[in-house]
């Protein structure tokens, strides 16, 4: 029976910081799958993913006296996660993604399922904060995708009023979800 098995996360972040590489190694082939699989639902990317993935374990032996890690899982999903989403913001528009790697983002990854839902009920508690006509705008617009046009003979208003209440409510779900969160969302739910 290897280290990875033999002891729980709690041994193993004991060990971690008192500089086991044993432990180390047995934390990395724990967890860097799920990892990997987290930061590819959030950007579908595979070497990308790769690399930021060994990049927070190379963060965690480097700082492996200096954390106060809790949870080792916890830990290393909201540095994936920060990682990933720092990638995301700093190559905004110069990615691009081919079939190989948008096919795995689409597979059913019960972890990254799990991350998409909690951006989806961010999403939906930040439309719940918006006026009530922006909120039907923004819906009718984004969910639907109707267009500006048949949005403003719906409700009989003018096209500048919908105009007007899209750029209100967008302008509003940013700052209540952070702008990456924001283009992760419109990107994965209405394919933008």
């Known amino acids: 029976m290897g280290m990875s098995t033999a002891f729980t996360d709690v041994e193993l972040i004991t060990l971690l910081n008192e500089g086991n ?10 967890y860097w799958a799920e990892m990997y699989a987290c930061a590819f639902h959030l950007f579908p ?6 690399d930021l993935v060994h990049d927070v374990f190379i963060y965690l032996w480097n700082k492996r006296g200096a954390l106060n890690i809790v949870s080792i899982r916890d830990y290393l999903y909201i540095a994936v996660k920060n990682r990933a989403l720092n990638v995301i913001r700093s190559r ?3 990615l691009e993604f081919g079939p190989e790697e948008l096919d795995v983002a689409n597979a059913d990854h019960a972890d990254g399922s799990v991350i998409l839902k909690e951006i ?12 009530e006509r922006c909120r039907e705008i923004l819906t009718l617009s984004r969910k639907y995708h109707l267009s500006n046009r048949e949005i403003a ?15 209100i409510g967008l302008k509003r779900m940013r700052v209540v979800m952070g702008e990456v969160l924001f283009l992760i969302f419109i990107y994965n739910f209405f394919g933008w």
């Open 45 to 50: 990317h595979r070497e990308i993913c790769e």
């Open 92 to 94: 905004k528009g110069q």
């Open 153 to 167: 003979d719906k409700m009989n208003i003018s096209i500048k009023t919908v105009e007007n209440q899209i750029n």
């Open 21 to 30: 590489q044993h432990a180390f190694v047995a934390i990395y082939d724990r």
């Open 120 to 131: 989806q009920t961010l999403y939906d508690e930040g439309l719940q904060q918006l006026p």
